[in-house]
């Protein structure tokens, strides 16, 4: 049977399904966790079975988890705990939750969340506000990630030791948010896309304010803010913010440098670096290549020979397609005394490493990936007003407009500006952390095997990407890691076409699963063979 059939949640009611619990539970307490005795008939009944409610998950036929709920005392903790009202919050609902068990091979899928999303639903549904579960102390790690606070002594008995734990509703709900929400949206819980990426609660609730005009105070209040914001993140001078995205900024860019005179020279060790080739020449400009191997830096020597008669030079600081951080610093050094312009794209560096852009003539960036807002605002900074004879390039495309307009000539949206302010705030402050964790990342994948695409000396800390073993298909990886509640990507064609993998820290990441999510891809890549599914034990069972 496929791991990846649809799965249905219900409660259960039909005579069928209560004697697939009977099986699980045996399955479970008696055979993994020596809890109960075993008996012949492989089944075992529990002792509150006609007072629990089960939630279970189906898949056809096959029962591949459940979890029991019950409000009326005595609890089974009341016969394990002496006193247990001793330690419980007075004034609160109580509910004990029991029995979960979910089949070996569906341990690492989106099983639990769902059992989890419709316990909650249930508990809500029936006025409980405080849960109360015998932990197993193989998963005390995911119980506190959960938000369960342990109290009292343990109970059972050797092999089969509980902790007794509580926990309210409201925080239960606040520590699955993100496996609820992927629940509901049928996506994975856990996002580590280059985008979109995770956005910040706080951030999210910039969308359900109410619109305001574009043409208003209010909104060049707002406008006015954002700029002063990247100005500072950036020291930029100028900064045009537009609808759209960072191919309509690089557009944008190119049109710019259709107006100067003088011959250019792109930089390319990456799609990205391409695909500045691609917008060059759809502008018709005067320009050379200078191009290296995916994944290798570029070599100041060799380009200081290529810049002799070039008026600008345009390059990928951040090269997403390989996670390449390009030496900025020292092309700006080349440049400088030649008199050569510098424009960057610095879409994926923004928000991920410090960008210094005040002597950039022109660089690009986006809302979404390293910044943490919703994709959908293009940016343009300059280091001079923009040319006057703007008006031979199409009317959106061109800055002094924006200039003339107070940097909002058409349609733009408030809720979109607003998030992204709101994501600006302090953003700065993760450049550290961000290294450690792409260092720990490295090590991670090194120990497995793995071939980073970017040696460490030369690799931004917001995106690590993977080559795969041979035999191993980068679609079946992330399908396991979607099971998992992980999603990375591998579905970009340049991916694709190399069987490669990203991993990748921008936006509001899960920063506390990198562990799990590393040793789930780790497991997910030794797999034996992309067309079988089974997946690592992980006991999550309780009692």
């Not at 056809?60 to 009202?85: I, N, W």
């Not at 569906?106 to 849960?131: C, I, M, N, W």
């Not at 250019?264 to 200078?290: K, M, P, S, T, Y």
């Not at 079988?532 to 069972?541: E, F, G, S, T, V």
Request: proline share 6%.
């Amino acid at each position: 049977m496929s791991l990846f059939q649809p799965l249905v949640y219900k409660v259960a009611t039909e005579p069928h399904e209560f004697e697939l619990i009977h099986e699980l539970n045996h399955r479970t307490f008696v055979e993994e966790i020596p809890q109960h005795r075993g008996n012949t008939g492989r089944r075992l009944v529990d002792r509150f079975h006609a007072e629990n409610t089960y939630v279970v998950c189906m898949a056809a036929s096959e029962l591949v988890g459940m979890v029991a709920v019950r409000g009326q005392r005595p609890f089974s903790l009341d016969h394990k705990l002496a006193e247990l009202d001793g330690y419980l919050p007075r004034g609160r609902r109580a509910c004990e939750i029991r029995l979960l068990a979910v089949e070996p091979r569906y341990r690492k899928t989106s099983v639990f969340a769902g059992l989890v999303l419709r316990l909650v639903q249930l508990a809500r549904a029936r006025g409980f506000d405080l849960a109360l579960i015998s932990g197993t102390v193989r998963q005390l790690k995911l119980y506190r990630h959960l938000g369960f606070e342990p109290f009292g002594p343990r109970v059972g008995t050797p092999g089969a030791e509980y902790q007794p734990m509580m926990l309210t509703l409201e925080r239960f709900e606040e520590c699955v948010r993100p496996l609820l929400s992927a629940q509901e949206s049928g996506s994975p819980a856990f996002s580590f896309l280059p985008g979109p990426v995770s956005i910040a609660p706080e951030v999210q609730e910039t969308l359900r304010e109410a619109p305001i005009s574009h043409r208003g105070e209010p909104f060049r209040r707002l406008m006015g803010e954002v700029r002063r914001q990247l100005a500072a993140l950036t020291g930029a001078h100028h900064v045009s913010l537009l609808l759209g995205s960072g191919t309509l900024a690089n557009d944008v860019v190119a049109g710019q440098l259709s107006l100067q005179p003088g011959k250019g020279l792109i930089l390319a060790n990456g799609e990205f670096g391409e695909r500045l080739i691609d917008h060059a020449r759809r502008w018709r400009l005067d320009f050379d290549v200078h191009q290296r191997p995916w994944g290798q830096p570029f070599e100041p020597a060799a380009i200081e020979r290529e810049l002799e008669g070039k008026t600008w030079l345009w390059l990928v600081h951040c090269e997403t397609s390989t996670g390449m951080l390009n030496d900025l610093q020292s092309l700006r050094r080349l440049c400088a005394p030649l008199g050569v312009d510098v424009c960057v794209d610095a879409i994926s560096s923004l928000g991920t490493v410090t960008c210094d852009l005040r002597d950039i003539a022109f660089a690009t960036g986006v809302s979404g990936k390293g910044l943490g807002a919703y994709p959908g605002i293009a940016m343009v900074f300059h280091r001079e007003p923009p040319s006057a004879r703007g008006n031979r390039l199409p009317r959106y495309l061109d800055l002094a407009l924006y200039a003339r307009e107070g940097g909002c000539p058409f349609t733009h949206s408030s809720n979109l500006l607003a998030a992204l302010s709101r994501a600006l705030d302090g953003l700065a402050s993760r450049y550290a952390t961000l290294s450690d964790d792409a260092a720990y990342l490295r090590r991670q994948a090194e120990a497995a095997g793995l071939r980073v695409a970017v040696p460490a000396a030369h690799a931004a800390p917001c995106v690590l990407t993977f080559a795969l073993p041979r035999g191993t298909h980068g679609a079946n990886v992330a399908e396991r890691l979607a099971a998992s509640g992980y999603a990375i990507a591998h579905a970009s064609a340049y991916l694709a076409e190399r069987n490669w993998i990203q991993v990748a820290l921008m936006g509001d990441y899960a920063r506390h699963r990198l562990p799990e999510m590393m040793a789930a891809l780790r497991q997910a890549v030794h797999a034996h063979g992309d067309a079988q599914h089974d997946m690592p034990k992980r006991a999550l069972p309780h009692g």
